[in-house]
């Protein structure tokens, strides 16, 4: 099984998440591949669509190789396979600090075209086209665990098992629609797995920030709501 591209995997997990559409879900994109999706599954659920940051920490000896996650928060996780690599400590740090003020520079970006959008006492649904080592997703759902949403979701067309594994210890929900028995990349589970240009995420953000000019109360949780 494979996906056409992203409309369509977009268009599918919208299905299977059809009945948080009575919630106002927040639906928080990882950018730059997910905010198409993004766009879809709110639009579907009647939702309202947002960005959430977090970035691989590459390993020394190659900037594809991710040896961990930092969120934009500075909550950092290294792999259990880091320690085969040649990163110390002190390297780590500064990939860091590199990582966050990228994350904070692309933040002040996207706040200049909408405000960030609060996920306190929200039904919150995290979008990726997929998950490889899942890192990434692990990054920003630690980030917006301090936000104290109502629930948080982690929707993805495709999954390594192993990612799969790692990323519900992070989550209250996890939709996948797709696990291979042999993984090796997102993208060739995609027909189309075509680069999401900058241009393209700006024009979906400043859509979603004209959507929004007729503000919609979010649904708060019950005083014993739970959350894990």
């Not at 299977?16 to 990882?30: D, F, N, Q, S, W």
């Not at 630690?142 to 594994?165: G, Y």
């Not at 992070?170 to 291979?180: N, Q, R, S």
């Amino acid at each position: 099984m494979s996906f056409r591209n992203r409309i369509e995997a977009a268009s599918q997990l919208a299905d299977r998440l059809a009945h948080y559409a009575r919630e106002h879900p927040l639906v928080l994109a990882i950018p730059r591949g997910a905010v198409p999706m993004g766009k879809i599954i709110a639009e579907a659920l009647d939702g309202d669509l947002d960005v959430v940051l977090a970035a691989k920490l590459p390993s020394p000896g190659s900037s594809e190789f991710a040896i961990g996650t930092v969120s934009e928060s500075g909550w950092m996780q290294i792999a259990d396979w880091a320690r085969e690599t040649a990163a110390t400590g002190e390297y780590m740090e500064r990939q860091k600090q590199i990582l966050m003020e990228k994350m904070r520079k692309r933040r002040e970006e996207y706040t200049a075209l909408k405000a960030p959008l609060d996920p306190q006492g929200r039904i919150v649904i995290v979008v990726d086209d997929g998950l490889a080592t899942g890192l990434t997703m692990i990054g920003a759902l630690e980030a917006l665990k301090k936000t104290q949403p109502r629930k948080l979701i982690v929707a993805v067309p495709v999954a390594s098992a192993s990612a799969l594994a790692d990323v519900s210890q992070h989550a209250d929900e996890v939709v996948c629609l797709l696990t291979p028995r042999f993984f090796q990349s997102v993208g060739q589970h995609y027909e189309d797995f075509s680069q999401v240009s900058d241009e393209e995420v700006t024009e979906i953000l400043r859509e979603a920030a004209l959507d929004r000019t007729t503000p919609r109360s979010a649904v708060k949780p019950a005083p014993d709501a739970p959350h894990r």
